[in-house]
């Protein structure tokens, strides 16, 4: 099934105020709230990439991706239903809502919405006008950015990521104990999603954006440190995609990661490989110490059988 990129994500939080400041302060974001107090990042010429929803849960709600054509919207639809999964097609007001031209959606067996959207409303090629001097994201072709997911049953997230949406695995790694995580990818970004499988955990682990210039991790580390936002990973770079990066956590409970250089995955035969670590900070190239900031409000944890 062809489909481009994500084209922008939704949670929900009881703490969408602290969104702009946070989102301004350490993100270089622009931030515009909407009528029902929605919190809207927008970081290039989309009107927004991602909204923080006013809600009594940290939660993630939903996954917006580009498709290329209107046969992929009805593709996605038949594809989630022979997957026995509830599907159908976006109402004239859900499109204005996510201000889109086309819209269709399944829900995924963890509870997260995916919406294939055609025709996200794209505004002036220079709107984005960054709070601070910043020589903007990595988007376009290549998303927004990427997501990490924590899911009880990594197989059945694999079944629908790659066997039913059609995305590719960059790599995996084998933590262990600690689980195993696969990264997944649908265009030049090295990975788009990103699923650790761990029984009885369900929720978003963090977001990723990537700047175009390294000074910019650089700025925003120390505009983070400045702000009080606690820091849960140093500075320091992936062995996978050679990304350097820092995480932080939001004031929605889930982390966000501030990146910078990643390789990209250009077409051709791509090789995955698999990672064996004993545990997630092992095998950094560099830095990435692991901050303790207490369980993160995003991931539910369950009783699993
Ligand atoms: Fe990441």
């Known amino acids: 099934m062809e489909f481009l990129s994500l084209a922008y994500a939704g949670v929900s939080s009881p703490a969408a105020r602290e969104w702009p400041r946070f989102?301004?302060?350490?993100?270089?974001?622009?931030?515009?709230?909407?009528?029902?107090?929605?919190?809207?990042?927008?970081?290039?010429?989309?009107?927004?990439?991602?909204a923080i929803h006013p809600g009594e849960k940290d939660r993630l709600l939903y996954f917006g991706w580009d498709v290329l054509d209107d046969e992929a919207l009805a593709e996605g639809v038949r594809r989630a239903q022979a997957a026995g999964l509830e599907a159908g097609w976006a109402s004239d007001r859900e499109c204005e809502v996510r201000m889109v031209n086309r819209m269709s959606w399944f829900v995924d067996r963890n509870g997260i919405r995916h919406e294939f959207c055609f025709g996200q409303l794209r505004e002036h090629p220079r709107s984005f006008i960054p709070p601070r001097a910043h020589a903007g994201f990595v988007t376009g072709q290549q998303g927004f950015g990427h997501a990490v997911l924590f899911v009880p049953d990594l197989e059945k997230t694999l079944d629908l990521f790659v066997r039913m949406m059609g995305m590719r695995i960059s790599d995996e790694t084998d933590l262990?104990?600690?689980?195993?995580?696969?990264?997944?990818?649908?265009?030049?970004?090295?990975?788009?999603?990103?699923?650790?499988?761990?029984?009885?955990?369900?929720?978003?682990?963090?977001?990723?954006?990537?700047?175009?210039?390294?000074?910019?991790?650089?700025?925003?580390?120390?505009?983070?440190?400045?702000?009080?936002?606690?820091?849960?990973?140093?500075?320091?770079q992936h062995d996978n995609d050679r990304s350097l990066s820092f995480y932080c956590r939001t004031p929605s409970?889930?982390?966000?990661?501030?990146?910078?250089?990643?390789?990209?995955?250009?077409?051709?035969?791509?090789?995955?490989?698999?990672?064996?670590?004993?545990?997630?900070?092992?095998?950094?190239?560099?830095?990435h110490q692991i901050i303790d900031a207490g369980p993160q409000s995003s991931i539910e944890i369950f009783d699993q059988e």
Not at 256 to 278: C, H, M, N, Q
């Open 176 to 236: 262990g104990p600690y689980g195993r995580a696969v990264f997944l990818l649908c265009n030049a970004r090295w990975h788009t999603l990103g699923v650790l499988g761990r029984p009885g955990h369900r929720g978003l682990h963090h977001f990723a954006v990537q700047t175009r210039e390294l000074e910019d991790v650089g700025v925003a580390y120390d505009a983070c440190q400045s702000a009080g936002i606690p820091i849960t990973m140093t500075l320091g």
């Open 253 to 287: 409970g889930f982390d966000f990661e501030y990146s910078w250089g990643a390789v990209e995955v250009v077409d051709g035969p791509w090789i995955p490989t698999l990672l064996r670590k004993e545990k997630v900070s092992d095998g950094q190239l560099w830095g």
């Open 23 to 50: 989102a301004s302060d350490v993100l270089a974001m622009m931030v515009w709230e909407g009528a029902d107090g929605t919190q809207y990042l927008k970081m290039d010429e989309r009107k927004y990439r991602i």
